[in-house]
């Protein structure tokens, strides 16, 4: 069975105060892993796909990072507009082409204070 | 714009009264799919699909229905709801699987 647990589960961060959210996962099989950014009340919204160990992707200050058993999503300089809860997902290799399951972590809420 | 709406964003409804939360997606996305998400649980996959026609359970299914008669709609249905359908709601559409998914705005669902 494939898991996702995401550390720590809140991080209260100064403005400017650079950081790390770590993503583990357990996965027969890595397709991808999907980084999301969820404000309060509403959608997930999109951030990154990783697809092998040592791939590395940015996007403003936002840089995420995998290796064979984890993700790190790198917050560098964080404003307080980068409050948010931040989502790990694996999507595993499988046999059926249906498959196109996400498996969620828990999320690590993220508060940046001016 | 590129988008998948949900309808309605809240909902409040008695046990046994049959409801659909219906979602439209208008980027021709072959893949949609359906997820609930509950404290201190996340997200979890009720169904999916990957075409018209073509759908599958995914990990909490036991008391929903799907249905997938068209590319753009992808309904989710509740029978019979029970107050531990309490939740908030989200469909997801993507164009292939190693695509990230576009999330709706969701549905909070309250069932006494």
């Known amino acids: 069975e494939d898991q996702v647990t995401q550390s720590p589960e809140a991080l209260r961060l100064q403005e400017g105060e650079s950081s790390s959210l770590n993503c583990s996962y357990t996965v027969s099989g890595l397709r991808g892993l999907f980084w999301y950014r969820q404000d309060p009340g509403k959608g997930p919204e999109f951030l990154f796909t990783l697809y092998s160990a040592g791939e590395e992707k940015e996007k403003e200050r936002l840089k995420a990072t995998l290796t064979k058993k984890e993700s790190f999503l790198h917050i560098t300089a964080p404003k307080p507009e980068d409050s948010a809860t931040y989502l790990c997902a694996v999507q595993a290799k499988m046999i059926k082409a249906a498959g196109n399951k996400l498996t969620f972590g828990g999320g690590t809420r993220v508060l940046v204070k001016p | 714009e590129a988008q998948v709406t949900q309808n309605p964003r809240y909902l409040i409804t008695v046990t046994g009264k049959k409801l659909t939360v219906t979602c439209s997606q208008n980027m021709n996305h072959e893949y949609m799919s359906w997820y609930r998400q509950d404290p201190g649980l996340g997200l979890r996959q009720i169904y999916y699909?990957?075409?018209?026609?073509?759908?599958d359970k995914g990990d909490v299914p036991e008391g929903y229905k799907v249905s997938r008669k068209e590319k753009r709609n992808f309904p989710l249905i509740l029978e019979s709801p029970s107050p531990n359908q309490t939740s908030l709601y989200f469909c997801a559409s993507s164009l292939f699987g190693d695509y990230g998914y576009t999330f709706g705005s969701g549905t909070r669902l309250t069932v006494v």
């Open positions: 699909s990957m075409n018209v026609e073509v759908t």
